[in-house]
Structures are given as C-alpha cells and as structure tokens.
C-alpha cells in the first residue's frame, strides 16, 4: 500500500535534459523518474530550445551535454 502513494505524488520538479547519446539520455529520464522527478528528453541542441522557448515556465532545471554535434552547450 505504502508503493501506491508514492506513485501518485506529484513530482519534485521539472527537468529538461539535452543528451545525444540516446542510451545515456534514457538512462539519466529513467533514474530522475525514479526518484519522482517529472524528466524531459532532448536529443539536440536545437529541440530543447524549441521545447524551452515554448513553455521556459515549466522546467526547474536544464541538464545540459555541453558536446552536442548541432549547438554546443556553452
């Protein structure tokens, strides 16, 4: 019973992760989802600034791959 609560909790935060390497990308959404954490997954530089620029409100944080072959992250 004490399972059931804890999936209906609303999540901690909101967090927009840009990663190209898809299998680390996943990995990263999984454990956030895990730990109750709402996980958005970019795979470009250029889809998280079109995911951010249209609702930058929602995330509470961005997890950033500073390689990323279209937009680096500096």
């Not at 909101?14 to 190209?20: G, K, R």
């Not at 898809?22 to 889809?47: F, H, P, Q, R």
């Not at 998280?48 to 500096?74: E, H, N, S, W, Y």
């Amino acid at each position: 019973y004490i399972y059931k609560d804890f999936f209906f909790m609303p999540a901690l935060a909101q967090i927009l992760i840009v990663e190209d390497e898809e299998t680390l990308g996943n990995t990263i959404a999984l454990n956030l989802k895990i730990e109750n954490y709402e996980a958005v997954l970019a795979k470009s530089g250029s889809e998280a600034l079109k995911v951010f620029t249209q609702q930058p409100q929602r995330f509470d944080l961005v997890l950033l791959d500073v390689m990323l072959p279209d937009i680096d992250g500096f």
